[in-house]
């Protein structure tokens, strides 16, 4: 069965401060997908990207940045002089292939509440 | 472009009662997908819908089901509520239903059983 791993339950940080959120997966299947997405108080989640199995090249999109490291099974996530906007709940998803075939379904990790205070 | 909708947006029920959640998805998203988020189980995945059939089931009992309609909406029904069903339930939509097609959530629907 597929897993995903948040180590880190809270993190706390000031702002303007760098923070790395931990993700490790364990899946079986050979072409699969990783997905970052934020949760602020308001309960929507919020996509921030997606990586797939065969895409080891590192992304910097403005304060985000993700690593993606196939040989230690992991998908991490920094964000560069935090804010206090950013205090959310980051959640770790893989893509899982259902009985039909087709990717149906997201398991997420337990989740990181950040904390960013002034 | 309008974001994913999902109707009501709070619910308080009783033991026993049955209650119908309501998801609209992203305009030309075609597979629509529920989760349950609760504080002890975390995210779980229900069920998805593409083309108005349930294409993947996760782990609940049957008192839990959904359909999707020709115009892509999708209803999640809840029977017999117990207050273990007390949640945020998510609603998430794509364009197809491939690994790489990525699910946009909708702000979800909070349940209270009392």
């Known amino acids: 069965a597929q897993k995903v791993t948040q180590a880190q339950t809270e993190i706390s940080v000031v702002e303007k401060e760098d923070v790395t959120l931990d993700c490790v997966y364990e899946t079986r299947d050979t072409t699969y997908y990783l997905f970052w997405y934020k949760q602020p108080p308001s309960g929507e989640l919020v996509f921030l990207i997606r990586?797939?199995?065969?895409?080891?090249q590192n992304e910097i999109s403005g304060r985000y940045s993700w690593n993606f490291q196939k040989s230690t099974s992991s998908f991490n996530f920094t964000i560069t002089a935090s804010q206090v906007v950013d205090s959310a709940v980051y959640f770790c998803a893989l893509s899982e292939y259902g009985n039909t075939g087709t990717a149906s379904k997201l398991t997420f990790g337990t989740g990181t509440r950040l904390q960013v205070t002034l | 472009k309008a974001g994913v909708t999902q109707t009501p947006r709070y619910l308080i029920k009783t033991r026993g009662q049955q209650v119908t959640l309501s998801c609209s998805p992203i305009s030309g998203h075609r597979s629509v997908s529920w989760y349950q988020q609760t504080p002890g189980q975390g995210l779980q995945f229900l069920f998805e819908y593409f083309s108005e059939t349930q294409r993947n089931k996760g782990n609940f009992p049957g008192r839990f089901s959904g359909r999707q309609f020709s115009n892509s909406r999708s209803e999640m029904n809840v029977s017999t509520l117990e207050l273990g069903d007390s949640a945020l339930y998510l609603c998430?939509?794509?364009?197809?239903?491939?690994?790489?097609?990525?699910?946009?959530f909708g702000p979800g629907t909070r349940l209270t059983v009392l």
């Open positions: 998430a939509t794509r364009k197809g239903n491939l690994g790489m097609d990525t699910q946009y």
């Open positions: 990586r797939n199995s065969f895409d080891e």
